[in-house]
């Protein structure tokens, strides 16, 4: 099964790719946190990816595009994968598209996770990620069980560089410049699921197990 995350930064993409990955035995694939992985180990890659992210803009296509070519060859992705954060412009989903027709592969659905951009700045502010596992948190709605220190890892949880209000506001209006028309891109391949974002984390994953199937 093949499945792409769409929406909002902050609209839950990454919550519920993580519970999809678990519950169909794929891997969660985000290059949010590939990136975010060569930026803590200062990779080439990483350095060149910060200087956008910081910004709330877009890493440029080819980067991201090289990237997930590879992240597709290991061995994991043979039954499909859940891509949180890709693709993010056009070109990018016809670079995809492009891959998987050469193997006569498709994606299966695109589900676009709704929250309208008043909810996301409440919801990036109160975002904790742990700068071991990246694991992710909500001080209100989802609060580790010790504050400030990851459950999986034992390491220390940080509000993310770019998850400060002017910064969400950019990546807010780079998303529907650049990421909003895949919604059309994918309506009209007839892969568009649509699923309201803003109910809690558990009846959001049930709509999405509605339309992926038990
Ligand atoms: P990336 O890491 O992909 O960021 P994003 O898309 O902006 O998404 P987020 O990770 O911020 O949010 P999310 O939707 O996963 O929400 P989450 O589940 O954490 O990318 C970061 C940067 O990398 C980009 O800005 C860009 O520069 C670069 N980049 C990455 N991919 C790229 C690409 N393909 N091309 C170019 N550049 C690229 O939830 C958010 C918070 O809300 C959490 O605290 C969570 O606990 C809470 N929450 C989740 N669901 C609910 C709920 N239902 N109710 C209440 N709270 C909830």
Known sequence: MKIIMLGAPGAGKGTQAKRIAAKYSIPHISTGDIFRANIKNNTEL??????YMDKGELVPDELVVDLIMDRFKEADCANGYVLD???R???Q??????????NKEAVDF???VEVPDENIINRMS????CVGCGATYHIEFNPSKSEGICDVCGEKLILRDDDKPETVKNRLSVY???TQPLIEYYSKKNVLKEVDG???MEEVFSSIVDVLGK
């Open 85 to 87: 954060g890709f693709p």
């Open 46 to 51: 990483g350095q060149k990816a910060k200087t």
């Open 89 to 91: 412009t056009i070109p």
């Open 110 to 112: 695109a589900i676009n």
């Open 93 to 102: 989903a016809e670079a995809l598209d492009k891959a998987l027709t050469a």
């Open 126 to 129: 109160g975002r904790r990620a």
């Open 176 to 178: 529907h410049e650049q």
């Open 198 to 200: 803003t109910k809690d």
